[in-house]
């Protein structure tokens, strides 16, 4: 079974930049589209971006997109998330997602698997 681990959390500075990583492992990432979430405190989670098998297309958060970067690297398992420039409005937990479409991240249905979430923190 898939499993995804977030890493590249902390606390960052307004206007910094920050990369999250996540690694899969139980199944060959180019079997799934890849999605980011967040969930700031008190609020529900949100779809942040998302990424096909391929690479070939991406999907963003309109407040995020000119912010926010999703990329993946199949061969080694990897899926990344660079955020530049960061805001405080960016705080949050970010989770890792996959499924077997990305159609289905923006509705969070059926069929996602979630990894357990990093911790965004951003303070001056």
């Known amino acids: 079974q898939l499993q995804l681990v977030e890493s590249g959390g902390g606390l960052v500075q307004p206007g910094g930049s920050l990369r999250l990583s996540c690694a899969a492992s139980?199944?060959?990432?180019?079997?799934?589209?890849i999605g980011w979430f967040r969930q700031a405190p008190g609020k529900e989670r949100e779809f942040v971006a998302s990424?096909?098998?391929?690479?070939?297309?991406?999907d963003y958060q309109d407040s995020v997109k000119d912010r926010f970067t999703i990329s993946r690297d199949n061969a080694n398992n990897m899926v990344y998330l660079q955020i530049d420039p960061v805001k405080r409005e960016d705080a949050g937990i970010y989770y890792c997602?996959?499924?077997?479409?990305?159609?289905?991240?923006?509705?969070?249905?059926?069929?996602?698997?979630w990894g357990q979430g990093t911790q965004v923190t951003v303070s001056s």
């Open positions: 997602a996959a499924a077997g479409d990305a159609s289905v991240f923006r509705s969070m249905g059926l069929g996602i698997y």
């Open positions: 139980g199944a060959p990432l180019e079997n799934y589209a």
């Open positions: 990424i096909s098998w391929n690479s070939v297309r991406t």
